[in-house]
């Protein structure tokens, strides 16, 4: 992502990523689901790619969303959450920017 989109806004926590939603006007939003270690267990919702889809859901975002989660269990929720978002594993789709 960096080196295709070194303009992007990267965020390594969930709070992080809640905090720029918060903060910033965004279009497209690429959502990952391990942001620990600990998060392959896909119980947890605090602090993974799920609680940052919830606030998606929450504010009602407006812009695209592609989930890009290698963890497809994870990603099934998540595709539950915010039946609109997009599906694409991180290998699996090129970014190019306009810029």
């Not at 975002?61 to 595709?79: L, N, Q, R, Y």
């Amino acid at each position: 992502f960096k080196e295709r989109l070194p303009q992007a806004v990267y965020c390594a926590t969930a709070a992080e990523a809640i905090d720029a939603l918060k903060s910033r006007e965004f279009r497209v939003v690429f959502l990952d689901h391990d942001l620990h270690w600990m998060h392959a267990d896909n119980s947890i919702v605090k602090g993974t790619g799920k609680e940052v889809a919830l606030h998606l859901k929450h504010i009602e975002f407006p812009g695209v969303i592609v989930i890009h989660s290698k963890h497809d269990e994870a990603a099934d929720v998540m595709s539950r959450i915010l039946p609109h978002a997009k599906r694409a594993r991180f290998d699996e789709f090129e970014i190019t920017s306009n810029r």
